[in-house]
């Protein structure tokens, strides 16, 4: 069964460091996201991404945050100057586009721990 | 802005019982769909079962099933002959109709299967 694949498992960086959290969505999949989950707390919606642009970020995703396609098959969350607080679990997800018969299901991966120290 | 509200923190029941989880959400839309993920110690989030706000029939996926009340926006999820596989975190999530929205997360429901 086609699933959302994420790399590494697990970063830990120091604070000011850049990291690039690493997501190939499913193969046919045209909607992409990232969401984060601070330990013990809700998930919390960051960027959704479709077309190669932005459709929606929210506002934690501020000018610290970016995202890129860099090909056909990743999906990449950058992190330009780590701070304490961004110490979370990063969650990639992707979509059918409209007409799917999963359309409106986002799949997760299995989520990124960063540890900011 | 749309918001969903999950009022049982934690919740705990033998083995081969029927447990239920609720959720409500507030939202203006009149078309939308809700969620219900499953969240074990891995920490993967897996998709239990999903409903359509069209649909008046309630959704099933063999033992989970869902009470869809859409006037009183409430969604809450029914788990039948527990397993201790089912031991986990559920999280209820709304998602709105149009293109690739978001989902919004309640906080959560760490439910514990007892042997």
């Known amino acids: 069964e086609p699933e959302v694949t994420q790399t590494p498992s697990h970063q830990v960086t120091q604070m000011g460091q850049e990291v690039i959290l690493r997501c190939v969505p499913i193969?046919?999949?045209?909607?992409f996201y990232w969401y984060r989950q601070i330990l013990g707390q809700k998930v919390e919606f960051l960027v959704s991404?479709?077309?190669?642009?932005?459709?929606?970020k929210s506002e934690i995703f501020d000018d610290q945050f970016s995202v890129e396609r860099p090909d056909g098959s990743n999906f990449t969350l950058k992190i330009r100057s780590t701070k304490l607080e961004d110490s979370a679990m990063y969650f990639c997800?992707?979509?059918?586009?409209?007409?799917?018969?999963?359309?409106?299901?986002?799949?997760f991966g299995a989520g990124t721990r960063l540890s900011v120290l | 802005a749309q918001t969903v509200t999950q009022s049982q923190p934690e919740m705990s029941v033998q083995e081969a019982e029927t447990v239920t989880l609720s959720c409500t959400y507030d939202?203006?839309?009149?078309?939308?769909?809700l969620f219900w993920y499953k969240q074990p110690p891995s920490r993967q989030m897996i998709l239990v079962i999903r409903?359509?706000?069209?649909?008046?029939q309630n959704a099933t996926e063999n033992r989970f099933s869902v009470n869809f009340q859409k006037a009183a926006k409430s969604f809450s999820l029914k788990i039948s002959d527990s397993q201790l596989g089912d031991t986990a975190m559920y999280f209820c999530?709304?998602?709105?109709?149009?293109?690739?929205?978001?989902?919004?997360f309640g906080t959560g429901t760490r439910l514990t299967i007892i042997p």
């Open positions: 409903q359509e706000a069209y649909k008046q």
């Open positions: 997800a992707s979509s059918e586009p409209s007409g799917g018969l999963t359309k409106n299901i986002q799949y």
């Open positions: 193969s046919n999949h045209l909607y």
């Open positions: 939202t203006s839309e009149s078309n939308y769909y």
């Open positions: 991404f479709y077309n190669n642009e932005i459709s929606e």
């Open positions: 999530a709304f998602r709105g109709n149009f293109g690739n929205e978001k989902l919004t």
